[in-house]
């Protein structure tokens, strides 16, 4: 298991042009060990939840925190939602994904910076805060998105690490990120929630192929680059297994940037819709991507307007 780091000062330094974790450049499929902390916050730091679920999330590179949200604060952000889906779902600007060939919204990004009610919940102290203690470090936030999974056609996100793709085409130095997605719809069983595979944030999946043109037009719909070969996934599969990440509305999946997962489609009734945050450490902001193609559009991968968040209480007002 990967220890905590003993302060922000003490982990490595790196140039921004070394490619920690090549990828996606000529070599084999394989899995490589993580040479970066999980948890960055120092061994007896007071955490802002339970010591177990900082251990949880460090030896299983994710945990699900419930009942974070009221229902009353759930409704408000549905709310929110709907009215940004059918806003996009009019102008279906470019932060707006549709599914597959077909109408309905699959993702709608940087949300925090086109609504006060998500900028706001951004900076949520149990959600920011949280991030800032395990990443030891401020916090901005990469992308934002909320994730719709209409029921009947909602398809699914096929087996990948975040990081891999934030490295390779974002240029995101190292492991020093973390993913939190708020449910606004219960996630159960059958309506194709998020899938982890314990563990297998502490190994790299080198990806095979290298990386197309514009490839996120295509890869947000479906990816088929930056996806672990078969083998790779078999190997982690069999030794750690995959966990359903379920919650009723108002829980919290914090998932390590590294984390393996993906989701399977919908074809039930019930949509699954989450808020889907990624918070960077202001230390580990991105460089150039470790690819040779230009960077990604600003609404996938914040570059140019990185700001620190600042802290927001619940009590706040907007």
């Known amino acids: ?22 990828s996606r450049n000529g070599q ?47 409704n408000e952000l549905l709310a929110e939602s709907a009215r940004l889906r059918s806003a996009t779902t009019d102008q279906q600007g470019m932060g707006t994904i549709t599914e597959l060939g077909r109408s309905d919204v699959r993702s709608v990004f940087d949300v925090h910076d086109n609504s006060p009610v998500f900028k706001k919940l951004a900076s949520d102290e149990r959600l920011a805060g949280l991030a800032r203690y395990i990443l030891y470090d401020d916090v901005y936030i990469h992308p934002s ?25 974002d240029g995101m130095p190292r492991m020093r990120a973390l993913s939190m997605s708020i449910t606004l719809t219960e996630n159960f069983s059958q309506n194709g ?7 297998s944030h502490q190994q790299y999946a080198v990806c095979p192929g290298e990386t197309p043109s514009n490839n996120h037009q295509a890869s ?47 074809i039930t009734p019930y949509p699954r819709a989450n808020v889907f945050f990624v918070y960077n450490a202001l230390s580990n902001k991105v460089a150039q991507p470790f690819c040779e193609q230009p960077p990604r559009p600003e609404h996938i991968c914040t570059r ?15």
Request: aromatic letters at 10%; glycine letters at 6%; proline letters at 7%.
């Open 1 to 22: 298991m990967m220890g905590h780091a003993a302060s922000s000062n003490n982990s490595a330094h790196f140039l921004a042009t070394e490619d920690a974790y090549p």
């Open 28 to 74: 084999a499929a394989k899995l490589v060990k993580r040479h970066d902390p999980v948890v960055y916050a120092p061994e007896n730091s007071s955490a802002p939840i339970a010591s177990s679920s900082i251990k949880q999330f460090e030896q299983q590179g994710f945990m699900v925190l419930d009942n974070v949200f009221s229902p009353q604060e759930v």
């Open 145 to 169: 998105r909320l994730n719709y999974k209409p029921g009947f056609h909602g398809k699914e996100f096929y087996w990948h690490s975040d990081f891999e793709t934030w490295h390779v085409e």
């Open 193 to 199: 929630p998020l899938m982890l595979i314990p563990s």
């Open 220 to 266: 947000l719909k479906k990816q088929e680059y930056g996806v672990p070969s078969n083998a790779c996934l078999t190997s982690l599969v069999e030794k750690q297994g995959i966990v359903n990440a379920t919650g009723k509305p108002g829980s919290v999946i914090v998932f390590d940037c590294n984390a393996i997962h993906g989701s399977n489609g919908n």
């Open 304 to 318: 140019a307007n990185i700001k620190p968040l600042s802290t927001v209480n619940p009590t706040d007002k907007a």
